[in-house]
């Protein structure tokens, strides 16, 4: 069994003592939420606790390690939803998460009234059906089941992401069999902003979910020629592309680019899962890409930017608006928003906490530096850090470009900071980068 390191073990310990400590107050301010009920709550934060901790007992059956940092992870999870939703309801008054509650909650009723399916068309009648609509209708069928409870959402959601973290460890732990795994999971479980992010009703815990699915099926087919990873590959880019339809073609296009370029790190079952992934993953990115601009209505480059303009004036409201310039100087910032807003941006507490959390990765980044320029470089003998780069760089444009809010920039770039975290711990400082690609391909792709 690993030895943990003493700054590891000092960080899970830290963060299980404030989850401790504070575990009377944000138990009271998850579970009793002024003005809603609260026995719906409690019903679901013992359900799904004892759920996960039953999880997580069997997925780190073998590593005690692990198991201590998901622990301390599912429960800072739910410390944070708690202050999610204590600073939505008093600081920020409400916020999109009250919508997809009083939408389900309707939606619950109408199904709860008239007793079928067919009656959510009478709540969804006059909308498309888009993310947002998605989201009503599973919230509306949580609802059945719990009742319309805001913290056994907020609760329900919360976990979905957790486990979606879940995923995107077990992609690195597959694609990076020697890589630091513990120290990763670390970053994974505990970086800010996506445990708080994703704790709430909406469409960043879902993504999470998805997205992570993606991860883990590329790097089981990647690095073990396994079939089954084609499912979860197809699972995750539909259910992405069905909550965020560009995001959903940029994670197609990702792997479509990965697949074609990429080298077989799989021997034969790698070369025969190729044989059928490449025709799917081609027709599933068309697919995919068509359906984007069907839904966002874009039908050439001149409309695009019409569109991306439209966006921009649309969120350069509030104290952590910022002015980006043109488009092709945002596209050229692109690179630089994992760390943004810099320190001279800050000009509020939330973009002074993105900024803190921002600089934080850049050092990160900078003290692996040596092995984070090999790995890029190298990336088609390791085929899933190019999938890291490409996604990452081709969502990082398309954020860049269509937000003037630092605000909302930390919270959307979470669909792809979990796959940048695995570029740290991916190759150690200590380890040769250059020895482990020289490896054969069936001591470089162990599947757990």
């Known amino acids: 069994m690993p030895i943990p390191t003493p700054s590891r073990a000092t960080l899970v310990n830290f963060i299980g003592f404030i989850c401790l400590v504070t575990f009377p107050l944000w138990v009271y301010l998850l579970l009793f939420p002024k003005g809603y009920d609260f026995v719906g709550g409690i019903f679901v934060f013992f359900v799904v606790g004892l759920l996960d901790m039953a999880l997580i007992m069997h997925v780190s059956r073998t590593d005690g390690e692990l198991r201590k940092i998901m622990v301390a992870g599912l429960f800072f999870k739910f410390l944070a939803a708690a202050a999610y939703l204590t600073v939505a309801l008093h600081f ?34 006059h909308t498309e059906m888009n993310g947002t609509t998605l989201l009503h209708i599973v919230t509306g069928f949580l609802f059945v089941v719990i009742g319309p409870s805001l913290s056994g959402g907020v609760i329900f959601f919360s976990s979905v992401a957790y486990w979606g973290v879940f995923l995107f460890w077990r992609a690195f732990a597959t694609a990076f069999p020697g890589g630091d795994s513990k120290t990763t999971a670390a970053l994974l479980f505990f970086l800010p902003s996506i445990v708080f992010w994703s704790s709430t009703i909406g469409k960043d815990a879902l993504l999470s979910l998805t997205i992570g699915l993606t991860a883990y099926g590329l790097a089981r087919v990647l690095y073990g020629g396994r079939f089954s990873g084609l499912g979860y590959m197809g699972a995750g ?14 994670l197609a296009m990702s ?10 790190r799989a021997g034969l079952p790698g070369v025969l899962a190729r044989l059928v992934g490449i025709p799917l993953i081609i027709f599933g990115s068309y697919y995919v890409f068509s359906q984007a601009k069907e839904r966002l209505g874009v039908q050439d480059t001149e409309h695009a930017q019409k569109y991306l303009m439209q966006w921009n004036e649309g969120t350069a409201y509030g104290g952590s608006s910022f002015q980006g ?39 990160l980044f900078w003290i692996n530096r040596r092995s984070l320029m090999f790995s890029v470089s190298h990336w088609r003998s390791h085929p899933f850090v190019g999938f890291i780069v490409f996604y990452s760089l081709e969502t990082a444009v398309a954020l860049s470009c269509a937000f003037s809010n630092f605000g909302l920039l930390a919270r959307e770039r979470v669909m792809f900071t ?6 740290i711990g991916a190759f150690p400082i200590q380890q040769s980068f250059t020895a482990r690609v020289a490896r054969p391909a069936f001591q470089f792709g162990r599947v757990s």
Request: charged share 10%; glycine share 10%; aromatic share 8%.
């Open 325 to 363: 310039g043109s488009l092709a100087v945002r596209a050229l910032m692109a690179p630089a928003l994992p760390f943004r807003p810099f320190p001279w941006e800050v000009n509020s507490v939330q973009t002074l906490i993105s900024s803190l959390e921002g600089m934080l990765l850049l050092l």
């Open 255 to 264: 792997l479509a680019v990965i697949y074609l370029l990429g080298r077989n």
């Open 237 to 250: 880019v539909l259910g992405t592309a069905a909550i965020r339809p560009h995001i959903g073609a940029i």
């Open 418 to 423: 979990p796959l940048l975290l695995m570029l």
């Open 92 to 125: 920020w008054q409400g916020g999109d998460f009250m919508f997809y509650f009083d939408q389900g909650s309707n939606i619950s009723q109408s199904l709860r009234n008239n007793g079928e399916i067919g009656s959510i068309a009478g709540v969804t009648s």
